[in-house]
């Protein structure tokens, strides 16, 4: 299920990404805070789609886009109004996702 949220992009400084992406889709890993510090060996893919990439939406953040998980064994409870997960790129954390319904 696909659920409307914000991205919230880390500043470059932050270690974040040095610009915004020029894509209208995203797969990444997410930390969600029931994870706790074993992340690493149960991190879930996340999709994030745009309906316009986020480098031509604003000068940095938020961007507006679409997200749900990329299996079906995921934990779809975890994407509901109000929860926030993170994203990374590797070890790196490019941003937090607000999920607004």
Known sequence: MTHSALVHWMP???G???ALPPVLRIIAQSLFVEDGTK???????VVLLFDRPPAEQT??????ANVEFAFDTAPHERLHAGA????HYGPVKVAEVEVLD
Do not use: H, L
């Open 12 to 14: 470059a400084e932050a």
């Open 16 to 18: 974040g990404v040095k």
């Open 39 to 45: 992340w690493q060996d149960g991190v879930w893919s």
């Open 59 to 64: 000068d940095r953040s938020p961007s507006e």
């Open 84 to 87: 926030w997960f993170s994203i």
